[in-house]
């Protein structure tokens, strides 16, 4: 039944082992699914003076004609932020289970040039991962990827931006190499109530192209229930990430932290270094190369409605450091709050 429950396709699984007719020591398996719809869909569309018109739509399936495999899409137009990125993922491309995912993107921030910030990126490249399962809740994780990265500067950029582009130029070129280690023992995918999820992941750049780095992040998940009907969920996310054979670290593979998935009720990205301008105040945030993000949740079924719709509350804490900068417990934010989260006919939703 945990089995069937993970998959994360249904609403509802139910088990029954009626004993089988003439016989005193067999049953008979019998599973009643309720099927969830598996696809998601956003769209968005706006006007601003600067932007013009702005479109926005993001598509994924998890379940493309019953087979298993997802697809994901994303497009957003906007002359400050576009991204194109496809990915697909295949979870049985062996009997025994191996899965793969294939993903290519084009990432664009233009923000220099409509005047709103003082840094362009674009990035283009691809990956494949393939993911080895080796026990009933482990799997292993490797893949290949490339990644080009074009940095566009001003006279206002940051300092460390500035210095990135001496030392490497505004064009750099890596060959990304994954691996990692997934434990995932929770009862369902969308809506656990008891179970651990872990995740360690490396990413290590090969020598033979421009940039020398590696990063490394773990992800932590425990869901307890305390009643029949309520659930606390803990989260803790670590990264660090450096360079190696005397490079520096890529500025533009930082940790940032604060807004939805991390610390809510913060700005997007907000929290650690930032930006010193001339007149003493404080600019862009910068991200650091150190990151610590922790959450607690209790969650309760609304009255009247199925597992998919539970009210909740939270405490988040996090926090970001720059490569020198001193690891001070004293240094986290936090944020408390109520919300509601719900496995919608669109995708899951939450508001906190």
Do not use: C
Request: no cysteine; charged share 20%; hydrophobic share 35%.
């Amino acid at each position: 039944r945990d089995r069937i429950d993970r998959l994360g396709f249904f609403e509802k699984v139910d088990v029954e082992t009626p004993a089988v007719p003439g016989s005193l020591d067999q049953v008979d398996v019998n599973f009643n699914v309720k099927e969830r719809p598996t696809g998601s869909i956003q769209a968005g569309v706006g006007y601003s003076s600067t932007d013009r018109v702005v479109l926005q739509a993001a598509y994924s399936q998890q379940n493309v004609l019953g087979s298993g495999q997802s697809i994901a899409l994303e497009v957003n137009t906007s002359r400050a932020n576009k991204t194109l990125s496809l990915t697909h993922t295949d979870p049985y491309v062996t009997q025994d289970g191996i899965s793969r995912t294939t993903e290519i993107y084009e990432r664009r921030s233009n923000l220099a040039r409509l005047g709103l910030g003082t840094v362009d990126f674009t990035q283009r490249g691809g990956a494949m991962r393939f993911g080895v399962p080796f026990t009933e809740f482990d799997t292993v994780y490797f893949g290949l990827g490339y990644e080009g990265t074009d940095i566009g500067l001003t006279d206002f950029s940051p300092p460390a931006y500035l210095k990135y582009v001496n030392d490497f130029g505004e064009r750099t070129d890596a060959a990304v190499g994954t691996i990692g280690w997934a434990r995932d023992s929770r009862d369902n995918l969308l809506v656990p109530n008891r179970g651990r999820f872990q995740r360690l992941s490396g990413e290590v750049s090969a020598p033979a192209l421009d940039l020398r780095f590696y990063r490394l992040t773990y992800q932590f998940q425990q869901f307890l229930p305390v009643t029949n009907l309520v659930t606390v969920g803990a989260r803790v996310e670590l990264g660090y990430g450096d360079g190696y054979a005397g490079k520096a670290y890529p500025i533009f593979k930082n940790f940032y932290a604060g807004g939805i998935g991390s610390v809510r009720g913060y700005r997007a990205g907000s929290l650690g270094p930032r930006q010193l301008l001339p007149d003493g105040s404080l600019g862009d945030p910068l991200g650091g190369t150190r990151r610590v993000n922790f959450s607690v949740e209790g969650l309760v079924p609304l009255p009247g409605a199925d597992r998919t719709l539970r009210a909740l509350a939270f405490l988040d804490g996090g926090q970001v450091w720059g490569r020198t900068d001193p690891v001070n417990v004293g240094d986290l934010r936090y944020s408390a709050g109520l919300g509601v989260a719900w496995i919608s006919p669109i995708g899951p939703l939450k508001l906190s």
